[in-house]
């Protein structure tokens, strides 16, 4: 009996050291297609991998039948034999679904395996006198939408990430939201009982829900060149939110709340924050303030109308939008010099409202840190905008999936008979 | 010749993973023996390390050789047979000299393997008119005496470390110290060139040098339960220095410079700082900010001196003692607070100056985080003085050089014959 016991412990165990050496091999044959030039071939893999050609034609048609891999015609070649057939990864296979929930907007998208845009929406509207079941009916509306489109369109969303402007437990409660004025608010909860969103946890779909300036970084990490960056991503929207990632690391911090930038202060007896507290560089350097000092806010228009408005005004050489870009970059700068000072971050990038107006903001900005960054004389601090377009959360979102399946293949495939 | 030469390479990879096999495994038999709560013996090392009995004698003789153990009585025991020997770290072997330059004063400790202070000396002087040379000249006068000292009482200085107000590179060149105006002065060329050192790194002293904050975060966090604290090491002094404890890992920024709390800006357009910038914390917590805040600058005193006046003060109600302490807390709590809502950590250190005034620090400083820091609610911050005294940079250092030593005992020990 007990040698009986223990022989089916070492064929567990030998079992689950199996499916996980599929699991990597399936990753690192994905790897491979999703790095390389060119589509490779089967004997490409097995000569970039090490791996059997008998292995990996087991593995690549396991990923074919699971819609992650497709093959295509081979670029004509000059020589002699009938050239093999190349493997790119699936444009009909699983697709990621990004969500967002922003103080002023709520946005969906949907990205594919190789990285691709495949649907986007944005719906504009101040969110701040809806009660959170609204919004959340609201995003249940785009998420079901996308849905629809993913299938016209021959993808399965495998997962989907939900990017907030807040502080979000592991579980995906929302702590706070000072924007929204939300504390306590179950998002995985209420979108799963949406009707168009319903049992499709069950079903194996993901759902998970992150800060927004992190899943922005994320975004930001991914569509690099480098994957070892260290950069702190400001992501300006009414609220700021960073992305703190160290040596190619979201840094979350102890508990998982890192990266509240907004709440720096940067005149400390100044001016009153939702927050509570006083002088917050939100007030002085958020969408708000940023369109009040240039005149331009309470007309009616959308923000991101606004914010083009200002871009052509500054453009134009406005002295109004001019001194609210500067206003704005100069408590940036005093905020981000002391993050520099602490941290020692070699890059900073410019996301959200920030991005299309990085001309005006950059050249203030990079003053201050000159002026009060200890090593700025011989470290030289990059200041940049964001790789991404505006929406670099729900992308980042979106991405984030697509990155999870690549990452965990066989969660997505039938494990083996 | 070719088969030939391939069989040297064998060999010699061979000899090389036997040769870190030894090293993990010395440094295994010594992580048992600190850790124990009572001398472990021969039998109980074999049975706590899964290593054959012959083996562990075999390592533990190297390392009675090489005088990083001693034997030591057992416990009288009640049941029958011999009580084995048990095995201690070595209080007559190698050791760890710590030397720090600071603002306003030199210091040397010198560390046994057990952790106890051996050895410690502090010299007040105001460093700021004296140039370089004459600075490490009485820092090798100190260094001598340690030598001199540690001889005497049969140990063996392994290393030194010596901590600097500054930004330091990998190769001990300090770039920049503001408080001591220095720019690109090289202290190790300038501390063997001393004629008491001089010829001790060829004989394998080594010698590292790093910023004074970094090496108190360090000896903090060894002196501390938790190998996996995330916190923040805030060190008070002339100037006002951070090391940042990340998951029990100290974080050292992008290229070396982090920590540089002193010159986050908490009044960015008032108090001019002597790095050029404007409305630095250093002038408004730092030790000359209180000092004359309480009206006990410039009557001549040392420092510590000062600083034991100023205890004694607000310890019997002075309202100026209290009113100084109270603003430099506030000051703090401004820029800590800042630290927090961006890094997320769950506890602040108060060390230096810091440490023996934390009892009227401490309130005011955390009533600006649960002011200004979002998550206070919900997620509490410690505010503690350090666990090390006063001179826990000089500490620190002299105890990187025993961890060093502990993990690394082949370094110490003659390779193996």
Redesign the interface.
Known sequence: MTHHGTGQVGAAGTAVRQASLREHNLALVLRHISDAERPPSRADLAAATGLTRATVSALVDDLIGGHLLTEVDPAPRTGAGRPALGLVLATDGPAGLGLEINVDYLAACVVDLTGAVRHRAIRRLDLRPLPPAEVLAGLGDLAATAHAEAQRQRLVLAGTALAVPG?VTATGVV??A?NLGWRDVDLVGALEAHPALSGRRAAGHWLTVDNEANLAALGELHAGTSGEA?FLYVSGEIGIG?G?V?HGTL???????????G??????AGRRCR???QG?LEQYAGQEAILTGAGLAGLGQPADAAIARLAELAGAGNGAAIAALTEAACALG??I???I??????TVVLGGIYAPLAEWLRPPLEAEIR?????AG??PVTVRPSLLTGDAAVLGAAGSVVRAVLAHPARWLAPPA
């Open positions: 502080l702590r706070l000072p260290t960073a703190i160290l840094f979350r911090g102890a508990r998982g709340w890192s990266g509240e930038l709440h720096l202060p940067v005149d400390p927050c509570g507290a917050c005093v905020a010099a002391g993050v000072n602490l941290l020692d971050l070699d002026r009060r960054v200890l090593t011989w470290s």
